[in-house]
């Protein structure tokens, strides 16, 4: 078969299952962000540190499903002992990596260390995240928290959108510039290429407050268009840097055209934290 029909097939089942978990319920939600959770970060350790400090990965994955499964508890849980022993059992587990490596002969076992603990903020945090775009309200200590993942959604499409738009401009107005944005991580990505995924990403927020919520907070979810858009590509370029320290051309091959699941969501993990952090100012 054709790669670029298996690239796109194979694009159209992710985004199924992914715009079908968030919007059935909370629970599919959950189930999912934390598969995803796991197998990105075996990804990563399998790059970063793949013949050592298997006690340190099992911990890492097991912190990091934990980071993502408190939030959850935190943000739709009733109120009560639940969230505190999530971040008890979050923190234990953190802690365990550290004292892990009294246990075992490692060469380097800081850097051990490093990439186990950066595997928790870099891929599971931003996951994590996702947790508090999906709750439709801040009284967070009473009856629990209603579920609406329209949001992430909307950043989800705008994401998809800045994507789309930088292939398109890359492969047209790109070629004829050839301005070429990050040589040394990216030799394929243009300036014209990235402009355009900035604008479509923009239009796309513009389109997305009108159809999905009413017309209201335009302004919002054009400068989320710009934010998703910049950060999305420092993403891109990050885990190219990554990819490229390590050897690797693709982080695995869970996604047939697509590579791995960090190349699927190398924009999401960067990009999802100022997105966070813009939506909470802005709400202030």
């Not at 694009?11 to 999912?32: D, E, H």
């Not at 959108?161 to 030799?187: E, Q, W």
Request: with cysteine; net charge positive.
């Amino acid at each position: 078969m054709n790669s670029t029909v298996v690239r796109t097939l194979s694009g159209i089942v992710f985004i199924g299952m992914m715009v079908g978990a968030i919007l059935l319920s909370r629970y599919t939600f959950i189930a999912l962000t934390t598969v995803l959770v796991v197998l990105g970060m075996l990804e990563f350790y399998r790059m970063t540190i793949p013949n050592i400090g298997v006690l340190q990965k099992v911990l890492g994955i097991l912190c990091g499903a934990a980071l993502n499964i408190m939030f959850f508890i935190f943000f739709f849980g009733r109120f009560g002992i639940f969230p505190l022993i999530a971040i008890l059992l979050f923190l234990a587990l953190f802690m365990a990596i550290f004292i892990s490596l009294l246990y075992v002969k490692l060469e380097k076992p800081f850097e051990v260390l490093g990439y186990a603990v950066l595997g928790v903020v870099y891929i599971a945090l931003p996951f994590a995240l996702m947790n508090i775009w999906t709750s439709s309200s801040s009284d967070l200590f009473l009856e629990g928290i209603k579920y609406s993942g329209l949001s992430l959604i909307a950043y989800f499409v705008i994401l998809w959108s800045n994507d789309v738009g930088a292939y398109c401009f890359g492969m047209t107005i790109g070629r004829i510039g050839n301005h070429k944005l990050f040589p040394r991580h990216s030799p394929k990505k243009t300036w014209e290429g990235f402009i355009g995924g900035v604008l479509v990403a923009m239009l796309a927020g513009y389109l997305l407050s009108i159809w999905m919520f009413g017309g209201d907070k335009k302004m919002f979810w054009i400068g989320m268009g710009l934010i998703v858009s910049i950060f999305g590509t420092f993403g891109d370029l990050i885990e190219s840097m990554l990819k490229r320290s390590v050897g690797v051309k693709d982080s695995g091959s869970i996604m047939p055209g697509h590579g791995g699941i960090l190349d699927r969501f190398d924009g999401v993990l960067l990009s999802f934290i100022p997105a966070s952090m813009y939506m909470f100012i802005t709400t202030l």
